[in-house]
């Protein structure tokens, strides 16, 4: 289990291919910023006139984002989103593709939005690598959602996995694109000063990942605390995962926006304090199990 001195909680967060559609009516409730109908007034003209939000997403990394049996997108980010949608009176579609794809498609205009547990940092907000230099505009994120990354191995820990210095001389899979693949680069000069070099499988998605960690492959997989816990819990993973060690680098899932709409930024995060303040969104989360990763106000790059 984690270490709940390590859970995220509200006060950090306060700190700190085709179109797949949701629709619903719309909340009664009325919001801040000048109420229900005047963020609606808000919405940028192209998106009111659609009157749909096209939102990227890989929905293959369950339970934040995934198809359903009946190929819908479900999870956390599908039903938040509708909920957004709901209130700010839009239809919403998700657009599956590879995780690597969403904030480039963001920056392009291909898509109004993404959520896809895209974990919100300062390197995206500002579009640099890791030694500062640019390499693309960046992005703004609505932070959601507190999380961090976990060490996944199979059931027994055979290896005795228990923090990143362990992984050395070793294999760890990933998805590649994500801040967990960040992480395993930056550990492999750790690894190498130590005499025992680590190796990387970057793959296109986490169940390839779980597939080599469960096949013996790959030692470890790294991803999000509640995708992890639902991989230890989960049916159909049939009990051959487990966490190793406490979580790491805790941080905050953001819903992805382009720099230049700032006033769809403004609506999305108006209207997620809404649904934070009427209590929809601590049933959502509470629906999947996850309530200790709420966060208490809809924050604006908060991530480091």
């Given at each position: 289990?984690?270490?709940?001195?390590?859970?995220?909680?509200?006060?950090?967060?306060?700190?700190?291919?085709?179109?797949?559609?949701?629709?619903?009516?719309?909340?009664?409730?009325?919001?801040?910023?000048?109420?229900?109908?005047?963020?609606?007034?808000?919405?940028?003209?192209?998106?009111?006139?659609?009157?749909?939000?096209?939102?990227?997403?890989?929905?293959?990394?369950?339970?934040?984002?995934?198809?359903?049996?009946?190929?819908?997108?479900?999870?956390?980010?599908?039903?938040?989103?509708?909920?957004?949608?709901?209130?700010?009176?839009?239809?919403?579609?998700?657009?599956?593709?590879?995780?690597?794809?969403?904030?480039?498609?963001?920056?392009?205009?291909?898509?109004?939005?993404?959520?896809?547990?895209?974990?919100?940092?300062?390197?995206?907000?500002?579009?640099?690598?890791?030694?500062?230099?640019?390499?693309?505009?960046?992005?703004?994120?609505?932070?959601?959602?507190?999380?961090?990354t976990s060490?996944?191995?199979?059931?027994?820990?055979?290896?005795?996995?228990?923090?990143?210095?362990?992984?050395?001389?070793?294999?760890?899979?990933?998805?590649?694109?994500?801040?967990?693949?960040?992480?395993?680069q930056r550990?492999?000069?750790?690894?190498?000063?130590?005499?025992?070099?680590?190796?990387?499988?970057?793959?296109?998605?986490?169940?390839?990942?779980?597939?080599?960690?469960?096949?013996?492959?790959?030692?470890?997989?790294?991803?999000?605390?509640?995708?992890?816990?639902?991989?230890?819990?989960?049916?159909?993973?049939?009990?051959?995962?487990?966490l190793a060690?406490?979580?790491?680098?805790?941080?905050?899932?953001?819903?992805?926006?382009?720099?230049?709409?700032?006033?769809?930024?403004?609506?999305?995060?108006?209207?997620?304090?809404?649904?934070?303040?009427?209590?929809?969104?601590?049933?959502?989360?509470?629906?999947?199990?996850?309530?200790?990763?709420?966060?208490?106000?809809?924050?604006?790059?908060?991530?480091?």
């Amino acid at each position: 289990m984690l270490d709940d001195s390590r859970t995220p909680s509200r006060l950090l967060a306060a700190l700190g291919a085709g179109g797949l559609l949701l629709s619903g009516c719309a909340s009664a409730e009325v919001g801040p910023g000048g109420g229900q109908s005047g963020l609606r007034a808000r919405i940028p003209e192209q998106i009111k006139k659609a009157g749909l939000l096209r939102i990227a997403s890989n929905l293959n990394y369950a339970p934040v984002d995934f198809k359903g049996a009946d190929g819908n997108p479900a999870g956390i980010d599908p039903e938040l989103a509708a909920a957004i949608g709901r209130y700010l009176g839009l239809k919403v579609t998700f657009v599956d593709m590879p995780f690597e794809k969403v904030i480039p498609a963001v920056q392009a205009k291909e898509v109004d939005l993404a959520m896809s547990a895209v974990i919100d940092t300062k390197q995206r907000q500002d579009g640099t690598d890791e030694y500062g230099r640019q390499k693309n505009p960046g992005v703004d994120f609505i932070d959601y959602f507190m999380t961090g990354t976990s060490i996944l191995v199979r059931t027994g820990n055979p290896l005795g996995i228990n923090n990143l210095d362990s992984l050395c001389g070793r294999t760890v899979a990933v998805q590649r694109g994500t801040v967990q693949d960040e992480l395993a680069q930056r550990q492999t000069a750790a690894c190498t000063k130590l005499g025992k070099p680590l190796q990387i499988h970057s793959l296109d998605t986490d169940d390839k990942a779980l597939a080599e960690v469960a096949a013996g492959t790959a030692a470890a997989d790294l991803n999000d605390y509640p995708v992890a816990e639902y991989n230890t819990k989960s049916a159909d993973r049939g009990g051959r995962f487990q966490l190793a060690g406490g979580y790491l680098q805790p941080g905050p899932y953001g819903i992805t926006v382009n720099k230049e709409s700032a006033d769809l930024r403004y609506v999305v995060s108006k209207a997620l304090d809404q649904l934070i303040r009427n209590g929809e969104y601590d049933k959502l989360l509470a629906k999947w199990n996850v309530e200790s990763g709420a966060v208490s106000s809809a924050v604006v790059n908060g991530g480091l």
